[in-house]
């Protein structure tokens, strides 16, 4: 069975300042996608990156950045100098190399950044 | 718009009471799915079609609820009876490849 965690149910932050949301993930596919997903107060899932496991590299775009280690079965996000606008609730996804691609998400990290 | 879209937004309904919801997906995506959502967790998911044939249907998916998606474009899914445990947000997705993109979702009451 597959599992994500995310320990952090609520992260506060002021304007700025760097942010971690960690994840991770359980799964025995040898082949599996990892997904950030943002869900702001208006409540639609707007995708943010996908990882496959074969691919490790580290990925950053603008202000956000992903580090997936394999070793530690994790997938953490930061933000960098966050903004206001950052405040949401952010998931952590994980689907198998099967055929049907359905996700699997953590239970969320709210994440508010104050002026 | 080019996006997944629901409709209803919003739906309050009596126990007992059966319940429709639409989903469009994004033109030509052929894989389509649908999750819930309740209150401080993360979607889960419930059933899942690729063109119009349903290949994947979770255990939580109840014999009430059922989902179709003929000609392989729009989808409804029906909860019969609905039950307050029912309460919840339903999520469309659509996608061609790994990544899925949601919908705005349906928000279900169930007094």
């Known amino acids: 069975a597959q599992k994500v965690t995310q320990a952090q149910t609520e992260i506060s932050v002021v304007e700025k300042e760097d942010v971690t949301l960690d994840c991770v993930y359980e799964?025995?596919?040898?082949?599996?996608?990892l997904f950030w997903y943002k869900q702001p107060p208006s409540g639609e899932l707007v995708f943010l990156i996908r990882?496959?496991?074969?691919?490790?590299q580290n990925e950053i775009s603008g202000r956000y950045s992903w580090n997936f280690q394999k070793s530690t079965s994790s997938f953490n996000f930061t933000i960098t100098a966050s903004q206001v606008v950052d405040s949401a609730v952010y998931f952590c996804?994980?689907?198998?190399?099967?055929?049907?691609?359905?996700?699997?998400f953590g239970k969320g990290t709210l994440l508010t950044v104050n002026p | 718009d080019t996006g997944v879209s629901q409709d209803p937004r919003h739906k309050i309904t009596k126990r007992g009471q059966n319940v429709t919801f639409r989903c469009d997906p994004i033109?030509?995506?052929?894989?389509l799915y649908w999750y819930r959502q309740t209150l401080g967790q993360g979607p889960e998911f419930l059933t899942y079609?690729?063109?119009?044939?349903?290949?994947?249907k979770s255990r939580l998916l109840s014999d009430r609820f059922s989902a179709e998606r003929p000609k392989g474009s729009f989808s409804t899914l029906e909860i019969q009876r609905t039950e307050q445990g029912d309460s919840a947000m339903y999520l469309c997705?659509?996608?061609?490849?790994?990544?899925?993109?949601f919908g705005p979702g349906t928000r279900l009451t169930v007094l």
């Open positions: 997705a659509s996608s061609f490849g790994h990544e899925q993109f």
């Open positions: 799964t025995r596919d040898t082949t599996y996608y």
């Open positions: 033109s030509e995506h052929n894989r």
């Open positions: 079609f690729q063109n119009e044939a349903q290949l994947e």
């Open positions: 996804a994980l689907s198998s190399g099967g055929s049907n691609y359905k996700l699997t």
């Open positions: 990882r496959n496991s074969f691919d490790e």
